[in-house]
């Protein structure tokens, strides 16, 4: 059963962090999928639409017939997404791919227990978000069959680019959206 790596984002705005994941996950999966999506976690700088609009920008410059944007797995509840990914690839193996910073917060996502059951999780190791021993523990006993990938993430975050716009941590193929937009404090490099 061929794997599809599934990776949803925020997008908030995608990071230089964010690039190197999709490209990394190009190196392990023969297909990478990916979405924006709304976080209820969080508070969000710029509508569902336009933070799509940038990660479809990232996706074209990363140029991979393997990698595709589909925005119509876009959920508030990663559980819901897994179930629009296991209707539209029935015959594949699901890897839910996120980013170490989220491996605590999983056990309170909703039906957790569900997702983490419906598919295998990758967790892709970010720089300055070290993977807790605990975390771990408390997804497995969830029922999470748990993938480390062998990636090492660099340490940008969409959150501090809001706080603190800089320049030098958004893709270069973002800035025609984010100056259309006048987004996130930013201005051209």
Not at 36 to 58: C, F, I, M, W, Y
Not at 64 to 92: F, G, H, K, N, Y
Not at 121 to 140: F, H, K, M, S, T
Not at 148 to 168: G, K, Q, T, V
Request: aromatic share 6%; charged share 25%; glycine share 6%.
């Amino acid at each position: 059963m061929s794997r599809l790596a599934l990776f949803g984002t925020s997008a908030d705005p995608p990071t230089r962090g964010h690039r190197a994941l999709l490209e990394g996950l190009l190196g392990l999966f023969p297909q990478v999928v990916t979405w924006a999506s709304d976080n209820p976690l969080k508070q969000h700088g710029a509508p569902l639409e336009v933070r799509t609009a940038l990660l479809e920008a990232l996706v074209g410059a990363i140029d991979d017939p393997r990698l595709s944007l589909e925005p119509q797995l876009s959920s508030p509840w990663a559980v819901e997404t897994l179930e629009r990914a296991r209707v539209r690839w029935p015959q594949r193996q699901l890897v839910f791919v996120v980013g170490s910073d989220l491996a605590g917060q999983m056990p309170r996502w909703k039906r957790a227990d569900d997702l983490l059951r419906g598919c295998r999780l990758g967790i892709a190791q970010r720089q300055g978000w070290p993977l807790q021993a605990d975390d771990l523990e408390r997804l497995r006993d969830l029922g999470a069959t748990v993938d480390l990938l062998p990636l090492a993430i660099p340490p940008s975050a969409s959150s501090r680019i809001r706080e603190r716009p800089d320049p030098a941590q958004v893709p270069s193929e973002l800035w025609p959206v984010l100056l259309q937009h006048n987004l996130y404090g930013l201005s051209e490099p």
